[in-house]
């Protein structure tokens, strides 16, 4: 069995699942090994947990399992790397679904007559899709997670659910209040998987709010409107249920493991985000690394940096000096296309290899992104700038409003592309960076999936007409009038 061995963070989630590790030692524990045995220490169904997370559900449901049905003593981690791999297939399912419905590249090909295909254009289009979902998202840089406690499979499923379900609802033209609270509770568990998931939630209530300026009806308007204010007071609970420690060590290390690090006077720089310059010999240090020269963790040091620090004041300053946010940025890049942290060992101590070893098994994705992928800031903002593009002039190109509405969802996505990138920057330094870039990998390869997608289809549907065309010349037809019967929308109809 390969996983991800523990960093410290398991302790969030298998409380819920009223576990513990059956190892003693810290080395057998921690980053070396995966462990697939825990030991079960109450009634997992009736025990509850400090850490609030959507991945509770998956923790939940397969201690569960294996406390009734297999062992009340010993949890078995491959239990809930299959609740993962089965709620993976079912977002899966979901956004084939929704990529099936959507006549969001009929824009890109004006010859395209949707009525000449059956059951509304859906065929077999999703199958453009298919191979590059399988090339991408089930990459072990991703599927690693699942023989995990993280919270991460979280964040992957919810979000690929939340695509395919607003996808879905789009081209039903809404006519389903179950559709759309399908879509609004996707989006839910998505923001719930962690505090940085909260970043999704303007762009969710920002589209909420445009599908409020269709008149489908009061009912419908009204569950909208508090499917939104969901959203928003999820948003704002999730943080402010965030322990107050977990803050704290985000804005140490915001600053002291981000901003001042590689400056050449860490001292000017505390000054300007008005906190005490005796605090330099910090630049550079991990909140939770051992021998610090200074102890973080008591109230002087809590009136002194904490009360003071804010995420604001580190967004301003990082304005203020673009040229370094710009080196922060590229850092991001060059260190941010690997979504799994490689400090932390994908192999059973019983199988021989060296502590913390690396898994490259079904990789091919991932090692592409790593040694191959563009990862220059300029390439980065070109390829935001075309893609931004390519959606404005399809939007305008649109004549209806339900299409219209399935680019503004693509542009939602794309918007929160760069958010992506910067929060963790903004809000953790360098601090297990890998694992806060998930967010952003996960955003970058499904706008690269349907990027790919609608080109395979656009590509294979004018080889089709091509083909179609020559055979009438073959044939003596050359002359015959073009049947709109005779095109491609995402499947192949030839009457």
Request: proline share 4%; net charge positive; with cysteine.
């Amino acid at each position: 069995m390969i996983g991800l061995a523990d960093n410290g963070d398991f302790g969030r989630m298998i409380r819920w699942g009223a576990l513990n590790h059956v190892e003693g030692e810290r080395d057998d524990i921690y980053f070396n090994w995966v462990n697939r045995e825990y030991k079960f220490v109450a009634n997992p169904t009736t025990t509850r947990g400090l850490w609030l997370s959507s991945e509770v559900v998956f923790v939940k449901i397969a201690a569960a399992i294996g406390y009734r049905f297999v062992s009340d003593q010993l949890f078995d981690l491959r239990i809930l790397g299959l609740i993962h791999i089965l709620a993976f297939l079912l977002s899966f399912w979901i956004l084939m679904r929704g990529l099936a419905t959507t006549r969001a590249d009929t824009q890109l090909r004006p010859h395209t007559d949707l009525r000449s295909v059956p059951s509304g254009g859906t065929g077999f289009s999703y199958m453009f899709f298919v191979p590059w979902f399988v090339l991408i998202f089930c990459d072990l840089n991703y599927t690693i997670y699942f023989h995990s406690f993280y919270t991460e499979p979280a964040t992957l499923i919810f979000l690929l659910a939340t695509v395919g379900s607003g996808l879905y609802l789009l081209k039903q033209k809404r006519e389903s209040i179950a559709n759309l609270l399908l879509f609004f509770a996707c989006a839910w568990l998505l923001v719930g998987a962690k505090t940085q998931n909260v970043i999704f939630a303007p762009a969710i209530a920002l589209f909420g709010l445009r599908l409020l300026q269709l008149d489908r009806g009061l009912r419908r308007r009204i569950v909208t409107l508090a499917c939104v204010l969901v959203v928003t007071l999820l948003s704002l609970a999730e943080y402010a249920l965030t322990p107050v420690t977990l803050k704290n060590s985000s804005k140490y290390n915001a600053v002291f493991f981000g901003a001042l690090m590689g400056t050449t006077d860490p001292r000017r720089d505390l000054i300007d985000l008005g906190v005490s310059e005796e605090y330099s010999a910090l630049a550079g240090t991990n909140f939770h690394q051992p021998g610090l020269p200074l102890y973080v963790k008591n109230g002087e040091f809590e009136e002194g940096y904490y009360r003071k620090i804010s995420f604001r004041k580190i967004f301003y300053f990082y304005l203020m000096r673009p040229g370094r946010f710009l080196d922060k940025i590229q850092e991001s890049l060059d260190r941010g296309y690997i979504p799994r942290p490689e400090y932390a060992g994908n192999f059973e101590k019983a199988s021989g290899e060296k502590p913390g070893g690396q898994s490259r098994r079904w990789n091919f994705w991932g090692l592409f992104k790593k040694n191959y992928f563009p990862k220059s800031v300029w390439f980065f903002a070109v390829y935001l700038i075309a893609t931004a593009t390519l959606i404005f002039v399809a939007w305008r190109r649109s004549d209806e409003a339900d299409q219209k509405l399935v680019w503004e969802f693509y542009f939602a996505l794309w918007m929160t592309i760069p958010i992506t990138l910067v929060t963790p920057l903004l809000g953790d330094g360098f601090s297990d960076f890998e694992r806060h870039m998930f967010s952003f990998n996960v955003l970058m390869d499904l706008s690269l999936l349907l990027l790919f997608g609608h080109l395979t289809a656009y590509t294979f549907g004018s080889l089709i007409r091509r083909l179609i065309k020559r055979s009438w010349s073959l044939g003596g037809y050359a002359n015959r009038p073009h049947d709109s019967s005779f095109t491609y929308s995402r499947g192949v109809h030839l009457k």
